[in-house]
């Protein structure tokens, strides 16, 4: 089975706009977590988490959905 049939598209777009924005590393910052925690989280590099919250790249669907999960959990934990 396609993988990419079970993601929810309209969770990638919203987190991919949350990144563009700007509101990600806001929800990150006000949570106390830093770049090197999320990057973990996701298994990728900071370098990578940082790139997405300045808008210089996007995050592909399934980081995209799994980054939302991640940011509904830091503004939960609030």
């Known amino acids: 089975m396609n ?7 309209a969770a990638v ?6 990144a563009r924005s700007g509101a990600a590393r806001s929800i ?13 989280q996701l298994q990728v590099s900071p370098s990578t988490i940082h790139r ?3 808008g210089l ?3 592909r ?5 799994r980054y939302g999960r991640l ?3 830091l503004i939960e934990a609030r």
Do not use: F, N, Y
């Not at 669907?61 to 959905?65: C, D, F, G, L, Q």
């Open 3 to 9: 993988t990419k049939a079970h993601l929810d598209l």
């Open 13 to 18: 777009a919203r987190c991919r706009a949350l």
């Open 57 to 59: 790249r996007s995050p």
């Open 28 to 40: 990150r910052i006000a949570a106390g977590v830093s770049l090197a925690e999320v990057a973990r």
């Open 61 to 65: 669907a399934a980081a995209a959905e």
């Open 52 to 54: 997405w919250e300045t």
């Open 71 to 73: 940011l509904r959990q």
